[in-house]
């Protein structure tokens, strides 16, 4: 990426960065899969919200909140970055499973409203220690398909929350809000098969001296992460609206706390149809045409969703999951492609510019729902995502 003038430099970074090497699909598909049995537990919280609001008395606002305090951890995204750009810090990745499936799976025994938010706050250590090194060790073995590696990356943690609502409601509905807590042992068995399974798997480059730096990694990526700070806080209204919210906005209109989840999976199994195809399109038509045609393309299917009714909605709500949240692949290569020498430290920043977006935003459209109901809610975010098509055009081009 870059100037007309900086093509010929950037792809050489580019193939620096990948090696110019093969894309070693089963080493891929096995890091997609770490993704999946990390994610599956932190895709408890928006389908049991409604139980949580009615348990503790909590108002959307507070509700809300609960998501923020999941992403604080990620304030330290950038030096965890740095550490894994100067150390291996893999034995993290190994262990969060662990640390994740614990207290996601003691959520429904919190008795107090702070209790539960300790207890999400840990969850967000773990997911920071495992998501900051990860999309670097899928740019290592990707070769020259960098959107590829990063669409079945994203892909495994989409699965996760596809099926996370389903096994969270049917866990609740079979052994109690405050039973479920037993199934935590899925993930105690998959740190230990991530052990066996991926403990000599490196993140940095060989022969390759390790800088970890935020300072040098933000000069790196500044062009692009300028642009998709802009984009994430345009896209992040949507986001928040659909991934947060879509339980209780149906529950609210339907009165079903089944049919709330429902709608949840359908919306996250198009955004894992989505991910798996924006990656390898940006590959071959470039980033800031998907870019465009996703941001274009997802208000007017969550416009459609909330006017439609019957059958039609899910159709909308299927083309809102497909387009929504493709972008995210697409962004991950980018920043990667732009930090060659700092792509951890990168990455970290990357994350925490997208915790302070998903987290501001999700208290505010709480606090909107509270103030104008959910619906009203929905139509502002719609309008708001438009505004993230002009920064597209101030991205570099390849």
């Not at 290592?140 to 409601?169: C, D, H, W």
């Not at 109690?176 to 066996?196: D, H, N, T």
């Amino acid at each position: 990426m870059g100037s007309n003038k900086a093509t010929g430099k950037d792809t050489s970074a580019a193939e620096e960065q990948s090696g110019a090497a093969p894309f070693q699909t089963g080493r891929v598909i096995g890091l997609a899969l770490c993704h999946f049995i990390n994610d599956v537990y932190t895709s408890f919280l928006s389908p049991l919200l409604p139980l949580l609001i009615q348990k503790l008395s909590m108002s959307l606002t507070q509700a809300g909140f609960l998501s923020t305090v999941l992403q604080v951890p990620s304030l330290l995204n950038p030096y965890i970055g740095v550490l894994a750009d100067r150390v291996s810090v893999r034995c993290f990745i190994i262990a969060a499973p662990t640390l994740t499936a614990v207290p996601m799976s003691l959520i429904g025994l919190a008795p107090t409203y702070s209790v539960l938010l300790v207890l999400l706050f840990v969850t967000g250590i773990s997911v920071s220690i495992f998501h900051v090194p990860a999309p670097v060790m899928i740019s290592r073995i990707s070769g020259n398909r960098v959107g590829r590696g990063m669409s079945f990356y994203m892909a495994g943690g989409e699965v996760a929350r596809t099926l996370g609502p389903l096994a969270a409601i049917g866990a609740v509905s079979f052994f109690g809000l405050e039973g479920f807590y037993p199934i935590m042992v899925f993930g105690l068995i998959a740190s230990i098969w991530l052990f066996l399974g991926f403990k000599d798997i490196p993140i940095d480059r060989p022969g390759k001296k390790r800088e970890g730096s935020i300072g040098k990694a933000w000069h790196e990526a500044r062009p692009v992460l300028g642009p998709l700070v802009a984009i994430l806080f345009a896209r992040g209204f949507m986001h928040a609206s659909m991934a947060t919210f879509l339980p209780t906005f149906i529950e609210g209109e339907t009165g079903s706390l089944w049919l709330g989840g429902m709608a949840l999976t359908i919306f996250q199994t198009a955004g894992v149809l989505g991910v798996l195809g924006s990656g390898s399109m940006s590959d071959y038509f470039g980033r800031r045409r998907v870019l465009f045609f996703s941001l274009l393309a997802a208000p007017l299917g969550l416009l459609l969703f909330i006017w439609l009714e019957g059958w039609l909605r899910f159709g909308a709500l299927l083309f809102t999951g497909l387009t929504l949240l493709s972008t995210t692949p697409v962004m991950l290569a980018m920043v990667q492609e732009r930090a060659i020498k700092n792509p951890a430290a990168a990455n970290g920043l990357f994350m925490m510019i997208s915790f302070v977006a998903r987290s501001a935003i999700v208290v505010l459209v709480g606090f909107v729902g509270d103030m104008l109901g959910l619906r009203a809610t929905y139509i502002i975010s719609c309008l708001l995502g438009f505004l993230g098509i002009p920064f597209i055009f101030l991205l570099p081009r390849k």
